[in-house]
């Protein structure tokens, strides 16, 4: 699975923790991850995270795009609800695309725990079916006939 984490400053130290909590899980699927959030995580797990740009910078818009050709299956996205800006606007059309293309997103550490759990009991296995960058697809592509 393809797992793209993005974190306010607000809440990285809480993301770090978590990722720490749920290490194990985590180390089996391929991470991405906004520039300064990837480096927080990795840094304290030693977790390998695809380090992308900054959020401001464009590592949001970067996911977004991803998100957008099915190829991210897992959105953990810790937002600092409490001081949200005008510059969340670009983070409504991350969600609303995730909303097209069937990604779970969690805003939350409750609702990250709910989904990472769910991975690991593999309730999430048939958003395989939908990447194209999943083993799967890349096994049925590599067996055609031509």
Known sequence: ??????????????????????CGIL???????????????SDATGLKIEKLLSGPSGGSAQIAARVAVDEIDMLLFFRDAIS????????VDLFRL?????????????TAEILVRALERGDLDWREFVNPR?????NKKANKNY
Not at 28 to 38: D, E, R, Y
Not at 84 to 91: A, K, L, S, V
Not at 134 to 138: A, I, P, R, T, V
């Open 1 to 22: 699975m393809e797992i793209a984490l993005i974190a306010d400053d607000a809440k990285k130290e809480l993301t770090a923790q978590f990722c720490i909590a749920y």
């Open 27 to 41: 180390s089996k699927h391929n991470l991405c991850a906004t520039g300064v959030t990837g480096k927080y995580i």
């Open 84 to 91: 949200i800006t005008p510059e969340y606007g670009p983070d």
């Open 98 to 110: 995730c909303d097209i293309h069937n990604v779970p997103v969690a805003t939350n550490i409750a």
């Open 134 to 138: 999943s083993q799967y697809n890349l």
